[in-house]
């Protein structure tokens, strides 16, 4: 697994944004897969204005979201389907017919699961994921002990989760169970991008990349890929490598 040390959030997500750039400026129909949360939100800002800026065609793009909280709608804020329209999808003006995400308040979420799937089937797989980590090593939500022969899945959600999640909403919010893209999915991606930023994330980048490959810390899983890349700051690197 190749390893980029940045000096900081700001020219890691640069980065990102170029390779995700690069990759729609040779392979316009290409296939996304982004995520919410903390870290991914500089990159989605700069990618909207580098795309504006130089007029790079996103509208044959085929995007899916990584994952969703089961019980919180679409307009809440937190919700995993608002990070992507109000940062990347709306700005972009992507159309409906070429974005994927789940729906945490459907009846029947195995459908759910299903119609990711078929999906990205459909697509032809996914050219590139871009994911970041969860303070317990999780991908997505992909949660310690989950099988890597998973494609997606709901799953219920560690303590760790609930709690360090409560940061995305305006009020505490009960939170349970998650649907999520699998990390089969992730193993047979073209090529993978973990993003990590900031001291808080220092302890579980040394853990993922110096620990044995465990399920037990799925990001360890992402090692075995072919072509993955870890992409964090000095900060979040400040332990990797040091005994
Ligand atoms: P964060 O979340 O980007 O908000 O830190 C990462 C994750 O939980 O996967």
């Not at 999780?138 to 709901?154: C, D, M």
């Not at 899983?221 to 992409?231: D, E, P």
Request: net charge neutral; proline share 4%; charged share 20%.
């Amino acid at each position: 697994m190749q390893t980029c040390i940045f000096k900081d959030y700001q020219s890691l997500s640069i980065k990102v944004v170029q390779e995700i750039a690069q990759l729609v400026i040779t392979k316009p129909d290409a296939v996304i897969c982004l995520p919410s949360g903390e870290t991914p939100r500089l990159t989605c800002t700069l990618l909207v204005e580098k795309a504006h800026a130089e007029k790079i065609d996103f509208s044959r793009v085929t995007f899916f979201g990584l994952d969703e909280w089961i019980g919180i709608p679409p307009q809440n804020e937190g919700s995993g389907n608002y990070f992507f329209y109000s940062n990347v999808f709306a700005p972009l003006k992507i159309a409906r017919a070429k974005i994927h995400l789940f729906d945490g308040m459907a009846d029947d979420l195995s459908n759910e699961c299903r119609k990711m799937d078929l999906a990205i089937a459909a697509a032809g797989g996914i050219d590139l994921m871009l994911v970041g980590i969860g303070m317990n090593g999780h991908i997505g939500f992909n949660e310690p002990g989950t099988s890597p022969n998973y494609y997606s899945h709901v799953i219920d959600l560690d303590k760790i989760t609930t709690s360090v999640g409560q940061k995305y909403f305006k009020q505490a919010t009960v939170l349970g169970k998650g649907i999520t893209i699998g990390l089969k999915h992730l193993l047979e991606s073209k090529r993978v991008l973990v993003i990590a930023n900031g001291i808080k994330k220092a302890n579980i980048i040394k853990k993922m990349m110096e620990e044995e490959i465990s399920e037990m810390l799925p990001a360890s899983i992402v090692r075995k890929h072919f072509n993955a890349a870890l992409m964090i700051d000095e900060e979040a690197a400040s332990l990797y490598g040091k005994y």
